[in-house]
C-alpha cells in the first residue's frame, strides 16, 4: 500500500470521532448530569463538536464551566461515571469504517489505535465492540506518561507494530493528532466527518491528506 507515492505498512487510528462515532453516547452522559440540575438538554448537533474533548469539553458547552472551577472535578466524575455504564449504548463505527478495517485486514496491513481517552474506557468500548482483538496496538490516553499533542504514543506503537514511523499512517480528527503525528514523522490525515468545531480550520493544520468519509482511506491507499 502506498500513500503520496510512499510505502505505508500500517495505519493507525484515533479514536473518537475518527474510529468510531461515540458523540451520542458522551452526550447522554453529559444530559444526566444537565438534567439532575434542572438544566436543558442540549441536542446533538452542540453536543457533537465537543464530543472528542472529554469532560473539559463537555462541561464547557453544558455549563459553562472550566477545569479551574471548585464544582469540575465532582461533575466530571458523575459524568464519567455514568458514561462508563453506558458508553456502548449506541456508539458504532463511522459509516464505511468496517469495510475500511476489512480492506486492511484481508491486506494484511496491520492497524492500530492511538487515543487520548483513557484505558478504562478505551479497553471497555473495544471489549464490547468485539474489537481488541483486531487491533495490533492499542494506545490510551494514560498508557504512557505522555499523550497526544506529544508525538511519543504514535512513536510507542509504531514501535509496538514494529514499522518505521513514515511508514504508519495517522488518521485523526482533531489539530493535536496532527501535530503528535508530524512530530512523530508519521503522515497524518484528517478525518474531516469528526469532532471538528465548525470555528476551527484544519486546511490550516499542515495534513498530508484530508478524507471526507472512512472509505477514503481505501481510496488514498489503492
Known amino acids: 500500500m502506498y500513500f503520496n507515492n510512499k510505502p505505508i505498512k500500517a495505519v493507525l487510528f484515533d479514536l473518537d470521532g475518527t474510529l468510531l462515532d461515540t458523540a451520542t453516547d458522551l452526550g447522554h452522559a453529559l444530559n444526566n448530569v444537565l438534567i439532575k440540575r434542572n438544566v436543558t438538554p442540549l441536542s446533538h448537533d452542540i453536543i457533537r463538536p465537543a464530543a472528542g474533548r472529554g469532560c473539559r469539553g463537555l462541561l464547557k458547552i453544558g455549563l459553562n464551566i472550566e477545569e479551574h472551577h471548585p464544582e469540575y ?65 492499542i494506545i490510551s490516553g494514560d498508557t504512557l506518561k505522555l499523550s497526544k499533542p506529544h508525538p511519543e504514543p504514535i512513536l510507542h506503537a509504531c514501535q509496538l507494530l514494529q514499522q518505521a514511523p513514515e511508514e504508519c499512517l495517522y488518521i485523526g480528527d482533531s489539530e493535536i493528532d496532527i501535530i503528535a503525528s508530524k512530530a512523530a514523522g508519521s503522515p497524518a490525515v484528517v478525518a474531516m466527518y469528526g469532532y471538528i468545531p465548525a470555528e476551527e480550520t484544519p486546511q490550516q493544520w499542515n495534513a498530508d491528506g484530508y478524507i471526507q468519509q472512512a472509505t477514503d482511506i481505501i481510496t488514498l491507499l489503492s
Request: with cysteine; aromatic share 10%.
Open 73 to 137: 472535578t465532582h461533575l466530571c466524575t458523575e459524568l464519567l461515571m455514568h458514561y462508563y455504564s453506558h458508553l456502548a449504548d449506541t456508539t458504532t463505527f463511522f459509516p464505511g469504517m468496517d469495510t475500511v478495517l476489512q480492506y486492511l485486514e484481508q491486506h494484511k496491513t496491520p492497524w492500530g489505535i492511538v487515543t487520548n481517552k483513557p484505558e478504562r474506557f478505551t479497553l471497555k468500548l473495544l471489549d464490547n465492540l468485539q474489537l481488541t482483538d483486531r487491533a495490533a496496538c
